[in-house]
């Protein structure tokens, strides 16, 4: 193996604002610790999250890098102690704690997994952040089932296009909410059984009409604000609801009779401040369960566009105009 270099180019965030403050700098190369992998990062996926960290909305946990990029792909050029998974020159995706935005990248040997046959490393690093999320939400916490109904709100995101495509694979029916006409499209190619336009249509009068008027068992909310209220109407008898995200707001005046009377269950979670533990069980369960579909081509990342590493604030500012359709991710 060649020696490391003992510096690389990150993104950093020179203080909280707009896309123009992420900055190319120089810092030391870290060393992998105990249980940990140092990653050579091919591609970075960027999510909401890391917008809302730029902004000085969503600060790091404790002990995490301030680098923004929760999720990458690439080779692993070191292990620390007590690694056993993986060897150099693995290829791997992961998800990480922060540090995406850069050359190289610490995960925990848990939270990555090998990369399937004939994805590229663009699509190998749209993966972790969102699948694991997705996963966690819509099966574990939402416990959907093959022949339930569900409705995904903002479908031609990353976190939309990921849900639908694994909804319709386990055999559940798809409505999905998105602002464009295009974007309604190109969630019906991707599997939902409905697409409606939230700008000029009613998704709660849209999804009683599509379930005869039952509603759906679940709704994957990455909305709040006046959704909530929405949702509960929308849902069905003994439905769930899990909340992923606040795109509006974390604040909401909800009618909470319709919980009790449709004996509702209103969940959610959060991915990052989780245990090292909490995250290798989710993706050893998208090791098994997702996995094997996007290695038989049955469900794959939806790639928007790709940016250079230098150029994060041209794919902040994409991310921000909400014109993208499925992922947007950095290339090295």
């Not at 993104?11 to 707009?18: F, N, Q, Y």
């Not at 591609?43 to 890098?65: E, F, K, S, T």
């Not at 604000?225 to 439905?239: M, Q, T, W």
């Not at 991310?319 to 993208?324: F, I, T």
Request: glycine share 10%; aromatic share 6%; hydrophobic share 45%.
């Amino acid at each position: 193996m060649a020696a490391l270099p003992s510096h690389m180019t990150v993104i950093a965030i020179r203080a909280p604002g707009g896309p123009e403050v992420l900055t190319a700098e120089q810092r030391p190369v870290p060393k992998p610790g105990d249980g940990e992998i140092l990653v050579k990062v091919a591609a970075a996926g960027v999510n909401r999250p890391d917008v809302m960290q730029r902004m000085g909305l969503y600060p790091p946990p404790p002990g995490a890098p301030d680098i923004p990029g929760l999720e990458i792909a690439g080779e692993v050029v070191a292990c620390g102690a007590g690694v056993t998974r993986w060897k150099e020159t693995d290829k791997v995706m992961a998800l990480v704690v922060g540090g995406g935005y850069a050359e190289f990248c610490i995960a925990h040997e848990s939270h990555a997994l090998p990369v399937p046959a004939g994805l590229s490393p663009t699509e190998a690093a749209a993966i972790p952040e969102t699948f694991f999320t997705v996963w966690y939400n819509a099966f574990e916490r939402g416990r959907l089932a093959a022949r339930e109904t569900v409705l995904i709100h903002g479908g031609s995101s990353g976190i939309g296009t990921t849900a639908i495509q694994l909804a319709a694979a386990f055999g559940a029916r798809v409505i999905t909410t998105a602002g464009t006409p295009e974007k309604c499209e190109a969630c019906r190619r991707l599997g939902a059984d409905v697409a409606i336009n939230y700008k000029t249509e009613d998704f709660v009068a849209l999804t009683k009409q599509a379930t005869g008027d039952r509603g759906a068992d679940l709704v994957l909310d990455i909305v709040g604000g006046d959704y909530i209220d929405r949702n509960y109407e929308a849902a069905a008898v003994e439905g769930r609801i899990v909340q992923i995200a606040f795109q509006s707001s974390s604040r909401a005046t909800v009618d909470f009779r319709r919980l009790m009377l449709k004996r509702l269950t209103h969940t959610g979670s959060t991915l990052r401040a989780r245990s090292v533990a909490d995250k290798g069980a989710i993706a050893r369960a998208v090791e098994a369960k997702v996995l094997p579909l996007i290695a038989a081509g049955r469900v794959k990342p939806v790639i928007d566009s790709t940016f250079p590493l230098r150029e994060a604030a041209a794919a902040h500012a994409r991310m921000e105009s909400s014109q993208h359709i499925g992922k947007i991710v950095l290339t090295l």
